[in-house]
């Protein structure tokens, strides 16, 4: 017997429609791709995207098409985003900071049919629109005054081309369940995975995101989305802000510690969200001015592991409240965030930093365990770690073109690569990467831990860790380390830092110096790239 | 195209598996019916809940099964709702405060096959027993030591029940969609209608209400839900508590101002909700006993419009905020609640407590517009006031057994019954029910409006409003009043009292003075009953 109650799909429409009627007025500010700062509102962001909706279904684009983006954080690009969602098809973020092979490689194995593009990447797009057949139109986001020429083809202006629509149009009619959003993973571990977003994953999604335990954030907010849209779907804020009528800073696409510290301040920000390398250079801006944050309460820091120093400075010396957080881009991409619970809420000081050290508890919509190799469970203890795996209404069923199946199981769980600890309060602390664990004589080693310590060595300036092989032991940690500019420790000195602080037989077995570690397009290691390197390599006996 | 997102069912047991596994050790305490406050946990409730169901699976109950329950909010009574999801049943809570007549129709209609009963209402199930052939299941939720001797059939002692069963059991599986609760309306306007609620609707219901700008719980908070598990499905607060790993204290049937202030102070009870009636009793209680609410920071009020007297003691007295909500059993039930959106933030002392007075804006998931008698939209500008329609996910698409067809229309808006107004910020106020409203020359006139200003005066107790015919003008009001104790006022000086507040023509034609006026179970006036009560009334000419 079913219920007798609403067929209301989760669709994305109801967001920018909800937006606008509940919060018509509430501003969407961007520092613009052009320079100046550009405000608007979500009442003209659903009235800009209806147009775009209208055009794309008038130009023939369909259900199910994908169209790209290539864009900073901007109105025009949440514009693009529901303007397309709108028109029935799905918007797929690009990351600028790939090499353009890398884009036309994603581009073509989505058979995105047109690319809104951003003025500053119209280069990008000229040099490999003739790799990716299947696109039809280019859109280029800005207005004839500052439209490039362009040997492109199939370009046009997005201001002539919008002033061609009068909005009067209904969003294309929709499932939940149908595709809305499309991003690939960052390509760390291997080539770039494609995960397909639906209406209703994206719907419950920001949901979830604004629960108090887990973002927390109201109409009273005012979000500054720093992490791109093009990373991991902005961590849904595009969705959620929105969806909760909180006013939207976006910073374009000037990062730096001066330019987001300026749109902190000058726009009373309260939350905001980025990597930790973001932070780093705004902590460092805040120092060198001694400029402070009085409007900020909270950042939402993930991506990569937080480090210490940086959730203590802004929580000791800016008073701002930092949620470290843990993500996918098959989990669109929210999978825990560490907000306290009552048995943690007390800790203050030193015993609060070692809780956010951990990427913290999963909410409502994220299942969450840990397993040995051959799928047994293991205990929430805070020590014993294995493979993280997770369900939910908001991860991935599968990769887009079909990679990866071994990382989908019939009970539906995802592995999602990562290695991880849980505490009995359900707090989850990442240890490592699954390809990156050390096994060594049957037992697992954390690079991650490692990594973290050798950092902690004051000639050290970056630190990555791989496995070697060894005839005994299948494989030991060799460290890779880059000096500090003007520093030469010996290996010894590393080491010996290092001895007692961890158990005995993690001690790497040896010590390598290089001038540069490899990174990925979003920042992190690369450790494929690394073990590539030393492939050769040969420990000491 | 489909998303390739997880098939994750919006179903009920999933929130009490999430709260046993991310939140075990979490209090559910509650005032017992035999007297004692009782300690449990989620991990408890959750063990105690898989029991329930594999006895009720095991005993022939099938899903979509309704079993009712006629109980105070305690820990049993959770458990019951949990229990009877999981064995695909449908749980149908009972209003102890009806006639029984009232609730042997009530389970006639909804076809109840088995009852979970406290131990006070045994007397009432053993009057009506008989008359309810479906029912084939008594469990009386108390232990050996307590179990009453009784004439009943099928009736089992609830712990004993328990304790043959071992929990070796999986939830029932059940679709998204799939009835798992029931509520009747309060038969205020005429015979009560069945809603049925469905897994997703309870889900999406629960979140909903979680949100910052909704109640704004987390799992920091203590919940004390005052407001009954059978009026309107506790505001949804036994699927949100859990959902967000809450502290629950549940105050038995004990709801007089020292009681609840009794858990309030002992259990550190941060956030409650109830009508207005209980939360006079609470604010006369503590008046008297000079005794403050240190710990409690949140109050939503609902249900029946709140006095402005009491949201202002709240804030300026005893510094808690209040949140008044509007919400409908064929709501799940929450339908607005008056949180600040920045437009008001800034509002303080009588100022806020104007916007206070409306029942507030909607949040993501309810759809809210006012029409006129013919369907035409009217303006949002705070005064225009019209037929308030809803839609949503968690709102009713039809009464169970199909009454009152006309409330839904073909473009899924249900007809609420509720005359409002809403502001420019969406801020909706209710001004009257639709079947209260006087319809004066083709104008309407609010009921609501004259109760209030009526009650203002120092020698009115209560005071209702009622149309009664008018030969040039269809309806006048009639203005019926209930005297304070040793106050004897003329209806001039009433009428007096009231003129230049409103406009002229809004002034009642007459006042009657009686010694009570009629209420329902849930405490609101019953106009139905007045109107009976003055139907040859004439006006004076
Ligand atoms: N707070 C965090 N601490 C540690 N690691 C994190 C954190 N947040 C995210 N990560 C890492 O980032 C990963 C998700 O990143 P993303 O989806 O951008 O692609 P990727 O995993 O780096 O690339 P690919 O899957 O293509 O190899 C997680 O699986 C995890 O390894
Ligand atoms: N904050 C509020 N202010 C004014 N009225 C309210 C408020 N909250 C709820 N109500 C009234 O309560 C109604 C919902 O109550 P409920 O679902 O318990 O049944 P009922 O409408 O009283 O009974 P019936 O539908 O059987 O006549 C709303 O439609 C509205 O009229
Ligand atoms: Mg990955
Ligand atoms: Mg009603």
């Known amino acids: 017997m079913h219920g007798l109650m609403q067929e209301w799909p989760l669709v994305c429409h109801k967001i920018i429609d909800f937006a606008a009627l509940q919060h018509p007025g509430r501003e969407v500010v961007s520092r613009s791709v052009e320079g100046p700062i550009v405000r608007t509102t979500y009442s003209d962001v659903r009235d800009r995207s209806l147009k775009i909706a209208q055009l794309l279904a008038r130009e023939g684009f369909r259900k199910g098409d994908r169209i790209a983006t290539l864009a900073w954080n901007t109105a025009l690009h949440l514009e693009a985003w529901y303007g397309i969602m709108g028109a029935g098809g799905v918007y797929h973020t690009l990351n600028p900071r790939l090499f353009p092979d890398q884009i036309a490689w994603i581009m073509n194995h989505a058979e995105d049919r047109a690319i809104f593009v951003d003025l500053s990447f119209v280069p990008i797009v000229e040099k490999i629109a003739s790799q990716v057949p299947t696109l039809k139109k280019i859109i280029v986001m800005t207005d004839a005054a500052h439209m490039p020429e362009t040997v492109l083809e199939n370009v046009v202006c997005y201001e002539d081309w919008l002033s061609g629509a009068d909005g009067d149009f209904a969003w294309v009619d929709v499932g939940e369940n149908d595709a809305c959003g499309m991003c690939y993973t960052s390509g760390t571990t291997g080539d770039p995975k494609g995960v397909l977003y639906s209406h209703r994953s994206n719907v419950l999604h920001a949901m979830m995101a604004a629960l108090p335990d887990a973002m927390g954030v109201g109409a009273r907010d005012v979000i500054l989305p720093v992490v791109p849209m093009f990373h991991a779907n902005a961590w849904g804020l595009g969705q959620t802000a929105p969806m909760i009528g909180a006013k939207l800073v976006m910073p374009g696409g000037r990062m730096d510690g001066e330019s987001i510290y300026e749109l902190l301040d000058a726009e009373k920000v309260t939350f905001t969200a980025a990597v930790p390398t973001v932070w780093l250079m705004l902590l460092q801006y805040l120092e060198q001015t001694g400029n402070k944050l009085p409007h900020l309460t909270k950042v939402v820091i993930g991506g990569a592991a937080c480090p210490r120093a940086i959730t203590e400075k802004f929580e000791k010396v800016y008073d701002v409240e930092v949620v470290h957080a843990w993500g996918m881009t098959e989990m669109s991409p929210l999978g825990s965030l560490c907000t306290m619970k009552p048995e943690y809420a007390d800790r203050t000081g030193d015993r609060l930093m070692d809780i956010k050290q951990k990427q913290g508890p999963a909410p409502f919509g994220v299942e969450m365990k840990i397993t040995d190799d051959a799928g047994n469970d293991l205990p929430w203890d805070g020590k014993t770690f294995g493979r993280l795996k997770v369900r939910g209404p908001a991860v991935a069923s599968s ?73 005994k032991w299948d494989e030991r940690p060799l460290l890779v380390i880059v000096k500090k500019d003007g520093k030469s420790p010996a290996k010894n000195d590393i080491l010996s830092f290092m001895e007692g602080k961890i158990a005995k037989w993690w001690l790497p077995d040896d010590v390598a110096f290089v001038d540069e570690i490899p990174h990925t397009a979003t920042g992190k290691i690369k450790k494929t790239a690394l073990r590539k390197q030393f492939a050769d390599y040969k420990l000491p006996a």
Chains 1, 2 share one sequence.
Do not use: C
């Open 399 to 471: 990769y887009y073109g079909g990679a990866g199946a071994e990382q989908f199981d019939d009970e539906g769980w995802f592995d999602t690569g990562d290695v991880a600890h849980i505490d009995e309060f359900g707090y989850m602390q990442i240890t490592d990467r699954s390809k990156d664990v050390i096994k060594s004589g049957g037992e697992w080693i954390s690079t991650i831990d490692l990594e973290n310590l050798a950092v902690g060595h004051p000639d050290v300036a970056e630190a990555a860790v791989i496995g070697v092989a060894h005839p």
